[in-house]
């Protein structure tokens, strides 16, 4: 039997190896193989069907999260996953679960703030499932203010005993996925108090339920927090609020690695520098900027596909209707967002090496890179997530109505995306607070100074030039060249910071000018983070990139990321003289330009993300295209329809059409 | 008992009259009295409690959407509702439901499409509900374009009967509210085809079930289309899909005022002409622009009225912390968004005499006007509905995690509203396509014909001052001068369009050079869009506007959408050399200051809006801020708290922990 694929004829126009940019899109060949391993596992095993999340209830639906869950550990554990392997299974089961914290918070947390004893205690636990844990920092008041945490930490010494307390409503923890109901302990966080001192904020391992019987133990009160954004999307996750009354835990469970207190309640700093927990945030914030990536890109594969099978308008001589992907408004919507996944995939790519690097400095006790690596971190997990959040919705928009159903995937990839432009740091703060917008003053109030910018912002040391440079581009061909973008991208970037440190320098309270410029500070980071995009897309480019026509392709999709950017922010580019108008004007007819030649490309580079129709999730972005008779099926499933006649029509639909609404009652 | 009001600090520093305000936002003091009375109605009536809808599944869902209908049309009759009265009530229910389509679509069509007898016949059916009737005009193929739609109606002169058909899958209508399941009418749009020829898309009553039992007609499929975005949100609504199979009704069920179809067979167009149904599209888009004001106070209010009582960072001395409404990045995302829902309501209210003048014109036989306010309509439907739904996603992220709960109110805010996108032309096509890009292409190319521009594009006329004139801002106070901001909107708009039209001119064929350029034309029409905004917002402030400072903080409003509007898009006026970078920097500066002055009043502001707690329904945008112990009181009332160990733990979290998942059946 011949396969269906509505999409052959798109999938024969591209000119390169598709398979090729498979593994460049996953990174290597080994890479590739565990993905498209896994991803087929979780595919072609019924016990992870998706489709069904929107009609369940709550209940039912978070049951079913712990099947998938206890299924997909028991798949883990007979094939011998290696932890890559088991990481990659659980991701494309793709459902928020208890066990994200628990290996993606819980287990780092001690591992990073815990002592080498602590790990040798908790970690086999935890390994194994023996326990489950969370992450419980936010609270009810708190959450970007982890200073401002209320909980306390009390250590006893008569009993070698700390007692965690939540004084207030408002400082309970509040949000900790896999709280609610599956964990059995905890990293809480808590103001540290020894003999009536204040210590800061530290983590200490809690145990929330016994052991035999799931029950809270006593002093704990946890429940869940209720429904979120979305059906499915993130309700699957326990996210709960945990309060505790007095609750006694034993000194050895807060985590010692930075700050010890003895067993005669001295506080001791460790030789280990408390920068450490920047390694960790390092860590949390480089595999959300992959994640971005991914989301964006399964989005913008179900927009791609679904653009090509969508016809409207245009029929000629009664011929067939022009693809809606062949109308330059989709495309200069679209095609950006395609680059845009790209470009974010290989600066992932680039926080992955530079993970390893601070982490080998660290090792050698070389702390020079850190506040670096942290700021550019958080700057780009900032920068990634927002754009992701709001170009699935732009994806979905792409999709006209059918775009709104449910069966289109996007609805649910937009309502369980959305909130990582606020955990791990809210996308704002960190902008301006946390670290960018601090770490580019810092950086220019040092230019001159001898002190040379390191690392992304080593190109402030060209200040005197960058301040003075006019772009050479002078026929739209021009903005083809690496150097010239670069220059472009790296003189606004600069004028940016160094007018707003400008500014800065006129107040003499220095907090009170970054108070009040503060919406000008967050545009010069953003300007700074998209700058660091850009060059590291165009440093990718440098190597060498196998497979026939593959570099080639990329080399457009940099371009198209990096003049759509241009024009998006054209008043950043004009006002600081970066570009002149005409300039930009150029720009623009090059970007048109660039839309008609990744146009036949299209399908075939998101066929290179090398989604399963499982993972993808979606009706519209089928991979053989055949949309309208599965949305049909689909549509069929609604509870709503196993009758034609809806219950409720003999209460409240018949009295009312019988004019018989006075006697009823409702 | 003293009232409990945590804002009550913030409603004291009000520097001017909210009862005044209220008026002015209301549109009038009836207008006022009618809302205020009939949410106090909807608010005091526990038939209409909505808090509990995420919890419910989509079969109590819809059940309970078909009892509020019935209940509201009860209510309605008992209390011998005006017309007035009655729209508002359905509109403080707050719950999309088939009655919507049925008042704002079907009875519509009807008076709009329908000759005088058809009227006479169908109208007092329809008022009194003994038939509940659609919209069912797109396909599973076709949306935007309505001609190209595939269900026929092929007269049979034998009978004296169309019949109704549905001849391929695509031709299913899908998507049509309140079809799947409640309405027994249908206006289903058609090809007339009569004696073999065809006479392009008709609107045709049809019955879809049957008046006794409510059974689907013979030859006639009806299902619901499935869950959509949101868990509440639109799932409240019976979206359909529908499918005839050569069903006949009588002759005279054609809406037969533009074109009738005779007993012999011959097709006659009346003497009504065609560009009626602009009238219609007018009314039905005017609807929308003043929903997306409404929409977008909501978001507003509850984002602002939680900044206030949000406290994050800045204690001092062990104070409290700084409320986050004083952060200049929390202003400067929310206040351009308030200022918007008041720019809204007046364009709203402005549309509202436009459509009054229209009609008029019609009944006199003028049909100049039309086209003009035919673009107009259209492009504020697209320009209001996008900057809608993402500010209400905005103002979501405003909120930090607490505004990702669903007792945000926020998120279904969202999911319910960004189909307005949507629905009632896709915002791109409306743009481009439809309408204002074409319509100003027509009157770029008119100038100097000695055609006098009409309307809003009547600036036009000034083109070669508008080419050529310098912006006279020279200190960031100039820049609260209205004819300052209204001269660079012009310029800014004038000079896009006439680019275009010079680009364009260099195509030979301009349907090629529209295509082409149609990302370029659709910013123009976006620049025209927002010109009309910003002078209708002008224009209502030259009126006499009584109440103590509720002028001026109006004027303040005025001020902040326009000048954050030319912050964003300053590439534009940039690149038009319509302000000098100087210049635009200026502006900003007075935006800043323009926050400072707009801050105190922020709340009051928003209470103006009058909105019941009900209406709101969001716990983080209540009245009197209590904002915590009810975040905790909504959370354990989720299903999900009904027991501490969750259904599940024996099956799926005891033997993982055992480690006893081996033998266990999953
Ligand atoms: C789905 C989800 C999962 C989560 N999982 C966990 C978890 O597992 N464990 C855990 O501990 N926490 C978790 N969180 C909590 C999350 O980390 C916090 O919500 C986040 O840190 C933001 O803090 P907040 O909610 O207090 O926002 P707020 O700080 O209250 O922010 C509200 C608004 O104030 C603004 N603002 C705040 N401070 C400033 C400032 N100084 N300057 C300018 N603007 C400011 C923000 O930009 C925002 O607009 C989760 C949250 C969500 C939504
Ligand atoms: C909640 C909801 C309620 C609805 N209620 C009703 C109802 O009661 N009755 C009814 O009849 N219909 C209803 N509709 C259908 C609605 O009117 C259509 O979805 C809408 O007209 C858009 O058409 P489409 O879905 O075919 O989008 P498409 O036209 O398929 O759009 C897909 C993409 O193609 C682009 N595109 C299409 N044509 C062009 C072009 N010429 N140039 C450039 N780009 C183009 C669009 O911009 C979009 O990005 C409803 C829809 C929704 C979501």
């Given at each position: 039997?011949?396969?269906?694929?509505?999409?052959?004829?798109?999938?024969?126009?591209?000119?390169?190896?598709?398979?090729?940019?498979k593994i460049?899109?996953?990174?290597?060949?080994h890479?590739?193989?565990?993905?498209?391993?896994?991803?087929?596992?979780?595919?072609?095993?019924?016990?992870?069907?998706?489709?069904?999340?929107?009609?369940?209830?709550?209940?039912?639906?978070?049951k079913?999260?712990?099947?998938?869950?206890?299924?997909?550990?028991?798949?883990?554990?007979?094939?011998?996953?290696?932890?890559?392997?088991?990481?990659?299974?659980?991701?494309?089961?793709?459902?928020?679960?208890?066990?994200?914290?628990?290996?993606?918070?819980?287990?780092?947390?001690?591992?990073?703030?815990?002592?080498?004893?602590?790990?040798?205690?908790?970690?086999?636990?935890?390994?194994?499932?023996?326990?489950?844990g969370?992450?419980?920092?936010?609270?009810?008041?708190?959450?970007?203010?982890?200073?401002?945490?209320?909980?306390?930490?009390?250590?006893?010494?008569?009993?070698?005993?700390?007692?965690?307390?939540?004084?207030?409503?408002?400082?309970?923890?509040?949000?900790?996925?896999?709280?609610?109901?599956?964990?059995?302990?905890?990293?809480?966080?808590?103001?540290?108090?020894?003999?009536?001192?204040?210590?800061?904020?530290?983590?200490?391992?809690?145990?929330?339920?016994?052991?035999?019987?799931?029950?809270?133990?006593?002093?704990?009160?946890?429940?869940?927090?209720?429904?979120?954004?979305?059906?499915?999307?993130?309700?699957?996750?326990?996210?709960?609020?945990?309060?505790?009354?007095?609750?006694?835990?034993?000194?050895?469970?807060?985590?010692?690695?930075?700050?010890?207190?003895?067993?005669?309640?001295?506080?001791?700093?460790?030789?280990?520098?408390?920068?450490?927990?920047?390694?960790?945030?390092?860590?949390?914030?480089?595999?959300?900027v992959?994640?971005?990536?991914?989301?964006?890109?399964?989005?913008?594969?179900?927009?791609?596909?679904?653009?090509?099978?969508?016809?409207?308008?245009?029929?000629?001589?009664?011929?067939?209707?022009?693809?809606?992907?062949?109308?330059?408004?989709?495309?200069?919507?679209?095609?950006?967002?395609l680059?845009?996944?790209?470009?974010?995939?290989?600066?992932?790519?680039?926080?992955?090496?530079?993970?390893?690097?601070?982490?080998?400095?660290?090792?050698?006790?070389?702390f020079?890179?850190?506040?670096?690596?942290?700021?550019?971190?958080?700057?780009?997990?900032s920068?990634?997530?927002?754009?992701?959040?709001?170009?699935i919705?732009?994806?979905?928009?792409?999709?006209?109505?059918?775009?709104?159903?449910?069966?289109?995937?996007?609805?649910?990839?937009?309502?369980?995306?959305?909130?990582?432009?606020?955990?791990?740091?809210?996308?704002?703060v960190?902008?301006?607070?946390?670290?960018?917008?601090?770490?580019?003053?810092?950086?220019?109030?040092?230019?001159?100074?001898?002190?040379?910018?390191?690392?992304t912002?080593?190109?402030?040391?060209?200040?005197e030039?960058?301040?003075?440079?006019?772009?050479?581009?002078?026929?739209?061909?021009?903005?083809?060249?690496?150097?010239?973008?670069?220059?472009?991208?790296?003189?606004?970037?600069?004028r940016?910071?160094?007018?707003?440190?400008?500014?800065?320098?006129?107040?003499?309270?220095?907090?009170?000018?970054?108070?009040?410029?503060?919406?000008?500070?967050?545009?010069?980071?953003?300007?700074?983070?998209?700058?660091?995009?850009?060059?590291?897309?165009?440093?990718?480019?440098?190597?060498?990139?196998?497979?026939?026509?593959?570099?080639?392709?990329?080399?457009?999709?940099?371009?198209?990321y990096?003049?759509?950017?241009?024009?998006?922010?054209?008043?950043?580019?004009?006002?600081?003289?970066?570009?002149?108008?005409?300039?930009?004007?150029?720009?623009?007819?090059?970007?048109?330009?660039?839309?008609?030649?990744?146009?036949?490309?299209?399908?075939?580079?998101?066929?290179?993300?090398?989604?399963?129709?499982?993972?993808?999730?979606?009706?519209?972005?089928?991979?053989?295209?055949?949309?309208?008779?599965?949305?049909?099926?689909?549509?069929?499933?609604?509870?709503?329809?196993?009758?034609?006649?809806?219950?409720?029509?003999?209460?409240?639909?018949r009295?009312?059409?019988?004019?018989?609404?006075?006697?009823?009652?409702?």
């Open positions: 039997m011949e396969e269906l694929d509505y999409l052959a004829g798109e999938r024969k126009r591209a000119e390169f190896d598709v398979d090729a940019m460049v899109w996953a990174g290597s060949q890479a590739f193989d565990v993905s498209d391993r896994m991803s087929r596992l979780v595919a072609s095993d019924p016990a992870f069907r998706k489709d069904n999340r929107p009609m369940l209830s709550r209940k039912d639906l978070f079913n999260t712990l099947r998938k869950a206890a299924h997909a550990w028991k798949r883990i554990i007979e094939l011998r996953l290696s932890e890559e392997e088991a990481t990659a299974l659980r991701h494309y089961v793709d459902e928020p679960a208890y066990t994200d914290l628990h290996w993606g918070m819980f287990v780092p947390a001690i591992k990073g703030q815990g002592t080498d004893e602590q790990q040798k205690k908790w970690l086999p636990l935890a390994y194994k499932m023996q326990i489950i969370c992450y419980a920092q936010t609270e009810l008041g708190h959450g970007s203010n982890v200073q401002g945490l209320e909980t306390t930490a009390t250590f006893d010494p008569d009993t070698d005993e700390f007692i965690i307390n939540s004084p207030t409503l408002t400082s309970s923890k509040w949000w900790p996925g896999g709280l609610g109901k599956a964990s059995t302990h905890a990293v809480v966080y808590a103001r540290l108090i020894v003999d009536g001192k204040e210590h800061g904020v530290h983590g200490f391992i809690v145990q929330l339920r016994s052991l035999d019987d799931h029950q809270p133990l006593p002093g704990i009160t946890v429940a869940d927090i209720g429904m979120k954004f979305g059906n499915g999307a993130y309700n699957t996750m326990d996210n709960g609020v945990l309060s505790f009354d007095h609750v006694r835990i034993r000194r050895d469970q807060m985590l010692m690695r930075v700050m010890q207190v003895t067993r005669e309640g001295k506080v001791v700093q460790s030789n280990v520098p408390r920068q450490l927990v920047y390694g960790t945030m390092v860590y949390v914030r480089k595999t959300i992959s994640d971005a990536s991914t989301a964006l890109s399964r989005a913008a594969c179900i927009a791609t596909r679904y653009s090509a099978v969508r016809r409207q308008f245009g029929s000629q001589n009664g011929g067939p209707e022009t693809q809606v992907i062949d109308y330059k408004t989709q495309q200069n919507r679209l095609f950006p967002l680059a845009s996944t790209y470009a974010f995939r290989f600066v992932g790519e680039w926080l992955s090496w530079l993970y390893m690097d601070v982490t080998q400095r660290l090792q050698a006790g070389d020079s890179t850190l506040p670096e690596a942290h700021a550019c971190t958080a700057g780009l997990k920068v990634t997530t927002s754009i992701t959040a709001d170009g919705e732009e994806c979905r928009k792409l999709c006209g109505g059918h775009g709104y159903l449910c069966s289109s995937g996007l609805p649910e990839l937009f309502a369980g995306y959305v909130p990582a432009c606020t955990y791990e740091g809210d996308n704002v960190l902008l301006l607070q946390a670290c960018v917008a601090r770490f580019l003053m810092k950086t220019v109030s040092q230019l001159g100074s001898g002190k040379q910018p390191v690392g912002t080593a190109y402030m040391a060209r200040v030039h960058l301040k003075e440079c006019r772009c050479s581009a002078q026929k739209a061909e021009d903005w083809l060249k690496p150097n010239v973008i670069l220059e472009a991208f790296e003189a606004r970037s600069l940016m910071s160094v007018a707003c440190a400008q500014k800065l320098s006129k107040f003499s309270n220095p907090e009170d000018g970054f108070a009040e410029l503060a919406a000008e500070l967050v545009e010069a980071s953003v300007a700074h983070c998209q700058l660091i995009i850009v060059s590291k897309f165009i440093e990718k480019l440098q190597q060498d990139i196998p497979g026939e026509g593959v570099k080639k392709q990329l080399e457009i999709l940099c371009n198209i990096a003049l759509a950017l241009l024009h998006k922010h054209q008043g950043d580019f004009l006002s600081t003289g970066s570009i002149s108008s005409k300039q930009g004007s150029l720009a623009n007819d090059q970007l048109r330009s660039l839309y008609t030649q990744v146009r036949p490309n299209a399908i075939a580079l998101v066929d290179a993300f090398n989604y399963t129709d499982h993972y993808l999730g979606s009706i519209l972005g089928r991979y053989d295209g055949n949309v309208y008779p599965k949305l049909y099926e689909e549509a069929l499933k609604d509870p709503l329809n196993e009758s034609v006649v809806p219950d409720g029509y003999r209460e409240y639909i009295p009312l059409l019988k004019q018989q609404l006075r006697s009823a009652r409702l």
